[in-house]
């Protein structure tokens, strides 16, 4: 199943039709979208379109989850130069309510010749088919719109994959430091408690330093334990790898776990006493920040 961003343009139109005595209207329609938390529809209609609103709905919810949808439609050929003639019996038509006007209202203008072609134009749109081809677009509309947001999608997973494969190099550098980092926190410990029975020993007997060295080992059990943080990270991006390969709407999951990614990582830094292992854990944050910016574009 692909992954699909939030992000994605796509319009469809009908045929322009040719200027006959019987023109049918030629509609637009345009998809675009962009990042939200939740599914999001906007329609911006023309006032002859305005029915088809419920149904076009219907059709965007059942095949979206998430973004910031607006949708465009309207309807082509209402000012091309080639203007329809009107027929004589529209123009009888009109004559005969414009004198049936003026007998109860004297004072009212005459139609133009600009409002005689609009009023003509209009009543050859053909209303009652609008709905039913304004549809068709629309479904051909939201497969192009699909496809748009599914390019995009695979651009932003290989994006991601590829700072996968950089956090676990990051990981597999971290870990030979491990045992030089257990070393140098042992060898600080045992300074410390020869330190606490020298001075302990002397003043209050061996209690306290039993006392003293019960709180240094808390500490140094505390301050080592960074294998436990590589292995969760390795766990989070094995997990993030398997929903990328799933595909459909990950995005909120993916979100979530790049949280979790981040804590491991902060909390890595938060734990070294090595220059090298402070620097491992700043990349390993540029990098996750980097994912976290483009899972927010993901359905």
Excluded at 30 to 58: H, Q
Excluded at 82 to 109: E, F, M, N, Y
């Amino acid at each position: 199943m692909a992954v699909y961003s939030m992000t994605g343009y796509a319009t469809a139109q009908s045929g322009t039709a040719a200027a006959t005595d019987a023109p049918r209207a030629a509609l637009g329609i345009e998809i675009r979208s962009v990042n939200s938390r939740f599914l999001d529809l906007t329609f911006k209609l023309s006032d002859d379109l305005r029915g088809a609103e419920p149904a076009l709905r219907e059709l965007l919810q059942s095949r979206l989850k998430r973004g910031k949808v607006e949708v465009r439609a309207w309807i082509e050929g209402r000012h091309d130069a080639a203007t329809r003639t009107p027929s004589p019996h529209d123009l009888q038509k009109l004559v005969a309510l414009q004198d049936g006007i003026q007998a109860w209202c004297p004072k009212a203008a005459p139609l133009s010749v600009a409002e005689i072609l609009q009023i003509t134009s209009r009543q050859s749109a053909q209303p009652g088919d609008w709905q039913d081809t304004l549809m068709d677009l629309g479904r051909q509309a939201m497969e192009a719109f699909l496809a748009s947001r599914a390019r995009e999608g695979a651009k932003l997973v290989e994006m991601l994959l590829d700072r996968l494969r950089q956090l676990r190099q990051l990981a597999r550098d971290a870990q030979p430091l491990i045992p030089a980092l257990v070393e140098q926190q042992r060898q600080r410990f045992l300074d410390r408690w020869n330190e606490a029975l020298g001075s302990a020993g002397a003043q209050t007997g061996s209690e306290a330093a039993q006392d003293r060295a019960l709180a240094e080992a808390t500490a140094y059990a505390i301050r080592i334990d960074v294998a436990e943080e590589l292995t969760r990270l390795d766990a989070h991006l094995a997990e993030i790898e398997r929903l990328l390969g799933k595909g459909g709407d990950v995005g909120k999951r993916l979100d979530f776990l790049i949280q979790e990614l981040h804590r491991e990582a902060n909390t890595l830094g938060s734990k070294s006493s090595s220059l090298e292992l402070t620097r491992i854990s700043v990349d390993m944050k540029v990098l996750i920040e980097q994912m976290r910016e483009q899972v927010q574009n993901l359905e």
